[in-house]
């Protein structure tokens, strides 16, 4: 039998077991026009059926409609755009977790390149539920809407923060 001082420490005993690598990041190439990664990613969740040049195309055309129909707006498209994609990345968000047999809605911190892209996959799905007559004038008006602190992606917002203040009791839960 071991004594305490001959023992191993339990840190050593499963630092040694294998984990699965981490998939690399893949590097994202800046956009034509502005130079900005992430227009390339906001194009990336656009994008159907591998089409990005109808993607860029549309998106834009949508920054043409903003520029337009904000110009008393000193701000360029480019930083209407961001501040409206601001205005809606959720903070924290909440997740089921099973304890017990029961399921607790577990409010939970997003990671900063989820929150990035959580608010871009709103936007583009509340654009696409607009009415109106291309996707370049749904999604410039979901764009309008989101810098100005309304339409639905910000609605989307505002819920997921009182979903996650209403269960604020089940954060000691988080994992």
Do not use: C
């Not at 990336?44 to 993607?55: E, Q, R, T, V």
């Not at 809407?145 to 954060?171: S, T």
Request: hydrophobic share 35%; net charge positive.
């Amino acid at each position: 039998m071991l004594k305490n001082k001959e023992r191993q420490p339990t840190q050593n005993l499963f630092s040694n077991k294998m984990r699965k690598a981490k998939p690399k990041k893949r590097v994202i190439l800046p956009d034509p026009v502005y130079h900005d990664q992430k227009v390339s990613k906001f194009v990336n969740h656009l994008m159907y059926d591998g089409k990005k040049s109808i993607s860029y195309e549309i998106f834009y055309h949508a920054l043409d409609i903003v520029k337009s129909k904000m110009a008393e707006e000193e701000k360029s498209s480019l930083e209407i755009w961001k501040t409206a994609l601001a205005n809606i990345t959720p903070q924290v968000e909440v997740k089921s977790r099973r304890i017990g047999g029961a399921t607790f809605q577990v409010p939970t911190e997003i990671r900063p390149d989820r929150k990035e892209s959580v608010s871009m996959k709103n936007m583009i799905a509340f654009a696409r539920k607009r009415g109106g007559k291309t996707m370049a004038e749904k999604l410039a008006a979901e764009i309008m809407d989101a810098f100005n602190n309304q339409g639905g992606a910000y609605k989307r917002k505002e819920d997921m923060h009182r979903m996650a203040e209403a269960n604020r009791a089940f954060a000691h839960f988080r994992f």
